[in-house]
């Protein structure tokens, strides 16, 4: 008869969570990957070539109840230790969807080797999954026979759990173009919230890849990317092309394709460079049927970069950036 309660609950919890498929993980989605590579994928710290700083704010399914929000902060700069060239990095992403609220601090490190006309980058990222179910905040629908609150199968507490968590990359790139590998969760920890509620965070791999293809028309250049999230289980795959003018303005069109060939969303991308800032907007609509229940997903995005300058008597120099 437990064992039945405690299967109504699961339906019930996830009813409320407004809940498809993709979001069983513990990693938040995010349109603009282009630009949060490092949230990926640690052998991307210090890729950019100078102190990079960035905050990116996600509104998944604006409308739905406990929908997705997700806040990714990054900062990531280059390292010289003698001739060694390396990258570190810090990247904080915190993400609340329904009952769950969950928050990811981890450290990077990479260490870059010239490779041809490229560099190699071999990256490592170690730090903590902390994971909160907000039990205290259950409503039981008025009116349910199957559910009522002194169930002793709802939690009506806050639950609290937390674990080591890495992750590993390699990435190629050149002036033109750049491709990594990465996984996530490598540990695949097991939370223990409590006696009788435990959460496994999964193990992902990612595959990312960019190229900046030159136009005739100088003013603009062309900029396809994709990024394949895996947990060998199921794959998601989005594929991106911006267009950038001038250097200063970037605009373009993105799809998500799942594994069984559906589309699931199509997103809008506007963005520009400003004195050293970048800044970014995201709207993507779901082509699924949470469009029945939404108008879609709006993404914010800022970074600055800091050049900087190792030689004695300059000061360091601000620099719009590319988006490579």
Not at 79 to 91: A, F, N, P, R, T
Not at 164 to 174: P, R, S
Not at 255 to 276: E, Q, V
Not at 278 to 288: D, I, K, L, M, W
Request: aromatic share 12%.
């Amino acid at each position: 008869m437990l064992l039945m309660k405690r299967i109504w609950f699961v339906i019930f919890t996830l009813h409320a969570c407004a809940a498809v498929v993709w979001s069983q993980t513990d990693d938040a989605m995010f349109s603009q990957y282009f630009t949060a590579l490092n949230y990926y994928n640690p052998a991307y710290a210090g890729k950019s070539g100078g102190m990079n700083l960035m905050a990116l704010y996600r509104m998944q399914w604006v409308g739905v109840t406990n929908a997705p929000r997700s806040v990714f902060i990054a900062a990531d700069m280059p390292w010289v230790y003698g001739k060694v060239q390396q990258g570190i990095g810090l990247v904080v992403a915190s993400e609340s969807i329904g009952l769950d609220q969950n928050l990811n601090i981890g450290l990077q490190y990479a260490y870059k080797r010239k490779l041809g006309k490229g560099t190699l980058s071999i990256g490592l990222q170690a730090g903590m999954f902390n994971k909160t179910f907000r039990g205290d905040s259950i409503s039981i629908p008025s009116g349910s026979e199957s559910i009522t609150p002194d169930d002793e199968a709802i939690v009506k507490s806050s639950l609290n759990a937390m674990a080591i968590d890495m992750a590993v990359g390699a990435m190629y790139h050149t002036d033109r173009y750049f491709a990594g590998i990465g996984a996530a969760h490598l540990l695949a920890p097991t939370l223990n919230l409590d006696e009788n509620t435990e959460r496994k965070i999964e193990r992902f791999y990612n595959l990312t890849a960019g190229y900046n293809m030159e136009l005739k028309n100088t003013l603009f250049e062309l900029q396809p990317s994709v990024l394949v999230l895996t947990n060998l289980q199921m794959v998601s795959a989005d594929l991106t092309a911006r267009a950038v003018y001038n250097k200063m303005y970037n605009g373009g069109l993105g799809i998500r394709i799942s594994d069984s060939g559906k589309f699931n969303a199509a997103t809008l991308y506007l963005g520009a460079f400003i004195k050293g800032f970048r800044v970014g907007y995201a709207y993507e609509f779901p082509t699924s049927a949470m469009n029945t229940a939404t108008m879609g997903s709006h993404e914010l995005m800022v970074t600055y970069l800091l050049k900087l300058n190792n030689k004695k008597g300059l000061k360091n120099r601000h620099k719009s950036i590319r988006i490579l």
